[in-house]
């Protein structure tokens, strides 16, 4: 049973809905209109015993449903005679003096007001009139308004809103001056200020529709995509961590890509929903499409020890519900995962029937490793690994080319090495010669001491990371390879081959270094190839090649105490001259202690195809061959030692094939550094079942995928999965997909939508300050009739660009934001349009301004996030866990990126952020609340980010602004809030100015500290005591309320 | 000059937070996210919450919640089971566990071997209420503390659990207690925030568990109810520092021209946020000498610095935060709330657990003692208690001196002391194992139900509609614990 007080909300809510329709025009007493008037008080009063939830229902009565002849309960009385309010049984209750009848009951805390009551009476005698609730019919479009004010009109927006100012006793504002809107535009339609170049251009342009042109050239600036993106952040509840306790990193940037590009191509919504809800469903989708579908993997994900899958599963397919809902349809689900919803005719089987659709992806629940992706994922190149990718193509062709070319030369080649190769093979030489040391050293202090057979057996210490040094003489002529012979000794721990208590070693490294009185500088080469005769699983030979020294060979010598062997190779052959000496480094850095215990060294000089663990190898065949008189020998045979050859010796040939080689192998392993994302996955189906009380573990009802009755059915042809329900949203026939979102567009715009409650279009949602506008803008979205051009494209279906610059282009946003303090009072929130929108600026508008007027921003679109100044300790003081620990800012271009780029940890967000009113981004926010308070005062005045754009935007008033003071502080101002100051306010700011530079006259070191605030360097030979005053007055612009504000 | 406080102004903020808060009427005025304006007039003003609130005389003006973050052993320190002497190793009978979920950590165990506690329990005070020999400065206060042995949640994982202590919903979004609290009942001290929170970690267990932002986020309710999360390194509210080479004359002088500037534009725009802009840089202003003055210990005489520990020179520590949690109290600052990590003892319980004990047990008891001495015991609310209980059985192996619990949500147990509570009472009772409730069981719900009912406030009547429901703390549940009340 609810118990709640709401009679004052009731009250206030009641104001606010009808207060501009009823107080300001008493007189008039226009029909009731029951979706705006009466639904909103049966809803909040009554549906919760008398509504959609069957449990919970009472007498028998249900008042959502509004054919009235039919609406009694129990008692069998009508609760609503239409004209005849007396016999109404609905009104009687109300009025009821008995405590036994009344409604709603005494102890529910809910209860009407005579008003209220007054109107529910008034439309009974009006003939109770009803409509479905208002946001489920069906979209039809109005006929736009037609009135002969003398007021300007632009587009149909301004027809509906003069209209209904006219009925209000009112009229709009002027036009706003042209400077004014040229900031408004730009930073509503890419987030950052104009430029005063771009501001001129506006300005001079004697063009009519300058403007418009001006709007065309946004819409088509990278920086819209990263504005609007911004916003959908927020609703799709982007981060780079994963939430929960660990809250380690994830990598889901390439999603975040995606979303930028979209709207800088204008991808129109439908295929933008598409994309997102099902892309990886569409038949022969690329992958960019499935990217997209990154959107539903952004929910959060648990990796708590000792947490039940299953539960966090089942939370992570309702979050999915609930925030595709919350987005697409401005519904909210959630109370449905536990019972039917208390206002809105879905019921919890219906829930469990959206959820089938989300239900079907091969996961786990949980967080599959620290701090990674977890599957499914999908892996992109990034736009450089798609250049160097299409680039490989090409130099492959041209390296086969020129091996191909080379190899024209092999009858030569094989003719000139075949006395050679001949006499190898009759001194048939010691493929592996022993290295005699002269020298053999513990770096770490371990005792090695030569043995009978020439191991080296280590002894004493055994240092937790010891390398080896080996020194001895080379002979001249060629070296190739090096071989390990690890043995196992009495000695040794475990009677086994490594110093480690169980009788392991771990090698990660191997170097040699060639000197000679002959050589300027010793010769380094590296290994490229390594094999062992045995590698302990996870510690593969291969790793000794590697750059990562946590991994390395081991022997697996606990379980395994025998002679091991290991080989290492070069590329080719390396020329040895006379007096030289070899020096190896065995390096053990993988884990402590795990060195080898006895060991010796031996080197070869055979071409490295040629030789292997146990010797020299020649084929058989190839032997037979080059016995044969070349005379004698067939093609077959010829091509065969040519084959040899080319695979075997260093020459011109083998270079050429090793190049088409290494490019192969590169675009081999290119893939392998893709950045991957996570994404949508139909695995195989998962029963459905409808959970009791919202419990994973108490299941119910088995379901299927299905829609909720009272919206319309799949399109004709839709698959019943995600893809069908992604079409469904975006079908024409759909009631709430377009109100949803032109009402979203419109508050980005205006500050509020025209249906305030913009995260929720049920039932208890407010209703439209101009609902006809509202179905005119969903219709005109989804069928663009006005607006013929973008940039001379025409505008297509569903055209987000287009339905922005219909809005901006209106006479209704053109309007001044200047009004009388009458009109403030009577319409706070703007709600009628009588004047332009302004509100404080979303928090990271803020700072990319900021940025922007000081020149210190960094345009680059996309890209994995950056680390901008925090303070420090914010992430460290309340976690030890996960990788999103110990903070520090990236050096240079990181610090001043677009703040869509700031890396977000959900648990810790960038803090000047929540002060700004940002939310977590834990869970699906479509609505910020706008605040006004003293901590981001504190922000703007001190953080290091706007002191330091403070400064670089003195030094540009110094730099820029001409020679007089006066210049230079018109053009500062002018910068930062479009417009040239009064006389009084240069005034305030030079005499505040001046002070400024009196203080810091007298105190130049005080001046030294504030211009070397930041990464960010001062001009050299810059005069610090004037750039210190300057940075104050820039100070002080950034936090002007004109400057936080767009008007 | 104090323009500000004149009618019309008062109406125009009604105005402004009605357009800013999103239609809410008269938010939370004074929380400090949103003060009311004021002269420099540094005495109290009236606290502005919801109209009709508080909605009876309150007991308590403020509440000092003394979070034990990673979730205490209640049969180590406070619920005593003398017969589990005898059953040390036993399996746990099915008859007691009833076959209730357990966490993956333990569920795999082959055995659950009962674990009774290695610490000996003693009666104190005069209501004879049974503490740890490891809580010696608490137990002097037992007839302070209201015990309840029942206390009960929903989640078995910390972070669901302490989100839902502190939300009433195991899932991000909601608004925090501290946050309701504000919302509600404003500030009574104009220059600090309403909700303050501060946070040490504990050396039981050095890493653990982390805490969220989400703990002390306002939800759903306009940001500017968000705890304001005191920090242990560089300025202890963010920003609160000039910039270096920025003095306080030279701030005043931006300040003035900000004010005069954004007063001329007020004067041809009318919008009354211009001057709620004002207000709040001159708020910033004063804070900025507010909060150093709250951190300056310079003036706390030596026996009281002592009273609290050693610690308690060390900041971020929980001693030097139950120090500053009184000097909030004293400048009546709504709702603060500390949190202690370190409590998670899955293994080496008994050794962890006397460093938890050392961190919190002598800085907890002169807390309260502090408050009693300024007279702010009687309208001050303290609570100590965590997100649940740990097991009676053993995770891993059991010996002589060592043990490991895992988490238990049926029952654990939570201490309340000062403004209306009943010292002196244990409320509830468990069976043999401590494992499940034999009487008077009190969930989260309640607690919180409670915790509102103290300060006057009806937990079904404070709501606040968002996204077409009217939501409250306590969801649609909650009975006020009227028997611990004085």
Request: charged share 25%; net charge neutral; proline share 7%.
């Amino acid at each position: 049973m609810f118990r709640r007080a709401i009679c004052r909300t009731l009250f206030v809510s009641f104001l606010a809905l009808t207060g501009f329709f009823y107080c300001q025009t008493a007189w008039a007493a226009p029909p009731v209109n029951f979706n705006r008037d009466i639904r909103p008080l049966l809803s909040d009063t009554c549906f919760q015993c008398h509504g959609p939830d069957e449990q919970q229902r009472k007498g028998g009565l249900r008042l959502d449903r509004t054919e009235w002849s039919q609406v009694k309960g129990d008692s069998g009385a009508l609760a609503v005679v239409p004209q005849k309010p007396e016999e109404s049984e609905l009104l009687l209750r109300l009025i009821s003096s008995d405590p036994s009848e009344q409604m709603p009951p005494p102890n529910s805390g809910k209860s009407l007001t005579k008003p209220q009551i007054e109107l529910i009476r008034r439309w009974i005698a009006e003939g109770a009139g009803t409509t479905g609730h208002w946001a489920f019919t069906p979209l039809v479009r109005p006929a736009v308004p037609n009135h002969s004010a003398s007021v300007a009109i632009h587009n149909p927006i301004d027809q509906f809103v003069v209209d209904r100012l006219l009925r209000e006793g009112l009229k709009p504002a002027r036009r706003a001056d042209l400077a004014t809107l040229v900031r408004r535009v730009s930073l509503d339609l890419t987030g950052l200020p104009p430029t005063p170049e771009e501001m001129d251009a506006v300005l001079f342009n004697a063009s009519p529709n300058a403007y418009e042109k001006f709007v065309d050239r946004l819409l088509d600036s990278p920086r819209y995509g990263e504005h609007m993106a911004q916003a959908w952040l927020d609703i799709a509840r982007y981060a780079d961590s994963n939430g929960f306790q660990i809250d380690s990193s994830r990598q889901m940037w390439p999603w975040r890509e995606w979303v930028i590009n979209a709207y800088n191509r204008n991808l129109p919504f439908d295929q933008f929903t598409i994309d997102q809800l099902a892309g990886d469903l569409i038949p022969n989708a690329k992958p960019d499409q499935i990217v997209a579908t990154g959107f539903n993997r952004n929910h959060r994900l648990n990796g708590e020890g000792g947490l039940i899958a299953e539960e966090w599963r089942v939370e992570t397919v309702i979050d999915r519900v609930e925030t595709t809902g919350l987005t697409w349809l401005g519904l909210t689900f959630n109370c449905c995962r536990c019972h039917d919803h208390k206002y809105d005719p879905v019921t919890q089987k219906e829930f469990y029937r959206l959820f089938a659709f989300f239900n079907n992806v091969p996961e786990s629940g949980t967080l599959q490793g620290e701090s990674r992706n977890t599957d499914p994922v999908l892996s992109v190149p990034t736009a450089e690994q798609q250049t160097r990718l299409d680039a490989l193509a090409g130099e492959i062709q041209a390296a086969e080319k020129r091996a191909e070319e080379a190899a024209k030369e092999l009858p030569a080649l094989v003719t000139a090495w075949e006395p050679d190769f001949r006499k190898q093979l009759t001194e048939s030489p010691e493929a592996w010669r022993l290295l005699e040391p002269t020298g053999v050293k513990s770096l770490g202090g371990a005792t090695l001491t030569r043995q009978p057979d020439a191991t080296w057996l280590a002894s004493g210490t055994n240092p937790a990371r010891d390398t080896y040094e080996v020194t001895g003489p080379l002979k001249p002529g060629l070296l190739s390879g090096l071989l390990l012979d690890a043995l196992p000794d009495a000695s040794l721990p475990a009677q086994s081959v490594g110093r480690y208590p169980n009788g392991n070693y771990v090698l990660s490294r191997v170097e040699i270094e060639i000197a000679s009185p002959k050589l300027a500088a010793p010769l380094k080469p590296k290994f490229t190839k390594a094999v062992a005769d045995y590698s302990q699983n996870g510690w593969d030979i291969g790793n000794v090649l590697g750059t990562d020294r946590a991994r390395g060979w081991a022997p697996d010598g606990p379980t395994k105490k025998e002679p091991r062997k290991a080989m290492f190779l070069l590329e080719a052959a390396v020329e040895i001259p006379a007096d030289a000496t070899l020096t190896v480094r065995l390096y053990h850095e993988a884990i402590d202690q795990h060195n080898i215990g006895r060991f010796r060294l031996s080197t070869t000089s055979l071409p490295p195809a040629s030789v292997t663990l146990e010797g020299a190898k020649y084929p058989e065949a190839i032997r037979a061959i080059v016995e044969l008189e070349p005379t004698k020998r067939n093609a077959e045979q010829k091509a065969e030692l040519e084959k040899y050859f080319r695979a075997t010796v260093d020459s011109p040939v083998r270079r050429a094939d090793s190049q088409v080689a290494s490019l192969k192998q590169e675009l081999q392993e290119l893939p392998k550094s893709f950045p991957n994302v996570m994404v949508m996955k139909e695995g195989p189906p998962r029963e459905t079942k409808v959970l009791i009380r919202g419990q994973y573990d108490k299941p119910g009802e088995v379901v299927t995928a299905g829609l909720p009755a009272v919206l319309p059915t799949l399109p004709e042809g839709a698959p019943l999965n995600r893809l069908g329900l992604a079409q469904w949203m975006v079908s024409k026939s759909h009631p709430l997909t377009a109100r949803v979102w032109v009402n979203r567009a419109w508050e980005r715009f205006f500050g509020t939508g025209l249906v305030k409650s913009s995260e929720n279009f049920g039932s208890q949602a407010d209703f439209p300050s101009h609902p006809e506008l509202l179905d005119w803008l969903a219709s005109e979205f989804m069928q663009p009739t006005v607006v013929r051009f973008v940039n001379l494209d025409r505008a297509r279906p569903w055209d987000m660009k287009a339905f922005h610059k219909l809005i901006v282009t209106s006479a209704t946003y053109r309007q001044e934001s200047t009004a009388d303090a009458s009109l403030f009072e009577r319409d706070p929130e703007n709600r009628l349009l009588a004047r332009g929108p302004r509100f404080r600026l979303p928090a990271e508008t803020l700072r990319d301004q900021a940025l922007a007027v000081s020149g210190l921003l960094q345009e680059k679109v996309g890209g994995p996030s950056v680390r901008p100044y925090m303070p420090d300790g914010v992430w460290d003081e309340t976690s030890r866990y996960g990788d999103l620990l110990n903070y520090r800012p990236d050096p240079q271009t990181g610090l001043y990126r677009r703040t869509l780029y700031t890396i977000w940890k959900r648990t810790a967000a960038p803090p000047s952020m929540l002060l700004f009113d940002a939310p977590s981004r834990e869970v699906c926010t479509v609505r910020r609340s706008r605040t006004n308070t003293p901590l981001q005062a504190l922000s703007l005045l001190n953080e290091i980010t706007y002191v330091e754009a403070a400064r670089k935007l003195a030094e540009r008033m110094l730099r820029e602004g001409g020679a007089t003071t006066a210049d230079r502080l018109k053009y500062g101002f002018r910068l930062t809030t479009g417009r040239p100051p009064s006389p009084e306010e240069l005034e305030i700011l030079s005499s505040g100015l001046e002070a400024d530079h009196d203080r810091y006259a007298k105190n130049p070191d005080q001046a030294q500290k504030l211009v070397s605030f930041g990464e960010s360097k001062p001009p050299a030979g810059i005069d610090v005591v004037d750039l210190a005053a300057w940075t104050l007055t820039a100070n002080t612009l950034l936090n002007l309320d004109e400057v936080t504000t767009r008007e | 000059m104090n323009p500000l406080l004149t009618l019309q102004d008062q109406l125009n903020r009604r105005i402004f937070l009605n357009r800013s808060a999103g239609g809410l009427g008269l938010a939370a005025l004074a929380s400090l996210m949103g003060s009311p304006v004021r002269g420099e007039s540094p005495t109290k003003s009236i606290p502005i919450g919801q109209p009709g609130l508080p909605h009876f005389t309150p007991k308590a003006k403020r509440v000092i919640y003394l979070f034990q973050s990673g979730a205490p052993s209640q049969m180590d320190l406070f619920d005593p089971k003398p017969k589990l002497a005898d059953r040390r190793g036993e399996d746990l009978p099915d008859s007691i566990r009833q076959g209730q979920r357990l966490t993956t950590m333990t569920s795999g165990q082959a055995k659950f071997p009962v674990a009774p506690s290695m610490f000996k329990f003693q009666q104190h005070g005069n209501s004879g209420m049974w503490f740890s020999e490891i809580m010696p400065h608490m137990s002097q206060l037992a007839d302070d503390w209201c015990q309840i042995r029942t206390l009960n949640t929903e989640a078995i994982n910390h972070d669901p659990a302490i989100t839902f202590a502190q939300t009433g919903s195991q899932l991000a979004g909601r608004p925090s207690i501290g946050s309701w609290m504000g919302y509600g009942l404003g500030s009574e001290n104009q220059d600090l925030p309403a909700y303050v929170v501060l946070t040490s970690f504990g050396s039981g267990r050095p890493d653990d568990q982390p805490l969220y932002d989400r703990l002390w986020s306002a939800g759903f309710l306009p940001s500017r109810h968000q705890g304001v999360k005191f920090r242990n390194k560089g300025d202890a509210v963010l920003y609160l520092s000039d910039p270096p080479g920025v003095d306080r004359d030279a701030r005043r002088g931006t300040l003035d021209r900000l004010k005069a500037l954004n007063g001329l534009r007020h004067q041809q725009l009318h919008d009354p946020e211009i001057q709620t802009r004002i207000a709040q840089y001159e708020m910033a202003f004063r804070m900025q000498s507010s909060v150093p003055d709250l951190l300056n210990l310079a003036n706390e005489p030596k026996h009281v610095l002592e009273s609290y520990g050693p610690d308690v020179t060390r900041p971020g520590s929980y001693a030097a935060n139950c120090l500053l949690a009184r000097r909030l109290a004293e400048r009546d600052v709504r709702f603060v709330q500390l949190f202690h990590m370190g409590w998670d003892h899955h293994g080496g319980l008994p050794n962890a657990i006397r460093g938890q004990c050392k961190d919190t047990d002598q800085a907890t008891a002169a807390l309260i003692n502090d408050l009693k001495q300024r007279d702010l015991f009687k309208d001050t609310l303290i609570v100590w208690g965590g997100e649940f209980g740990r097991t009676v059985y053993s995770q891993g192996n059991l010996s002589e001196t060592d043990y490991g619990r895992d988490h238990h949500p049926r029952c654990f147990t939570i201490l309340l002391a000062g403004a209306g509570i009943k010292g002196g009472t244990v409320w509830g009772e468990t069976d043999d194992y401590c494992y499940n409730i034999v009487r008077d069981g009190v969930h989260v719900h309640d607690l919180n139900a409670t915790i509102m009912h103290l300060l006057g406030i009806d937990h079904t009547r404070l709501t606040y509609r968002f996204q077409g429901r009217d939501f409250r703390l306590t969801d649609i549940h909650g009975d006020v614990v009227r028997g611990i009340l004085a």
